[in-house]
């Protein structure tokens, strides 16, 4: 059974920065598309960052561009996302999400498998 487990969420003030962490079990996703979302209070989710976990290519949403890194460690099964420069705007709560298939992807329904996501507010 595929898992995904998000971390490192919490308060943080403007400008601060933070590390989520989603660890993955039930399969090996070296070969597979990776991605971080994220869902504001009274939003829709939507796309922040993607990696394709082998061969290190990476996408981001224009509002995270510059100050988000999306990273993965294969040893660990784990994909990283670094927020640095966060604004109160960044506030929502952020998903993991793995596909089946290879290569990233901004689009929810390519991801066949989701974490159950943690909390990051970022206050003024």
């Known amino acids: 059974q595929v898992q995904l487990v998000e971390s490192g969420g919490g308060l943080v003030q403007a400008g601060g920065s933070l590390r989520l962490s989603c660890a993955a079990s039930g399969r090996t996703f070296s070969n597979y598309g990776m991605g971080w979302f994220r869902q504001a209070p009274g939003k829709e989710r939507e796309f922040v960052a993607t990696i394709n976990w082998s061969g290190g290519i990476t996408y981001y949403a224009d509002s995270v561009k510059g100050r988000f890194t999306i990273s993965g460690d294969n040893a660990k099964n784990t994909v990283y996302l670094q927020m640095n420069s966060l604004k109160p705007e960044d506030t929502a709560v952020y998903y993991c999400?793995?596909?089946?298939?290879?290569?990233?992807?901004?689009?929810?329904?390519?991801?066949?498998?989701w974490g159950q996501g943690t909390q990051v507010t970022v206050s003024s």
């Open positions: 999400a793995a596909r089946s298939s290879y290569g990233p992807s901004r689009y929810q329904y390519d991801y066949a498998y």
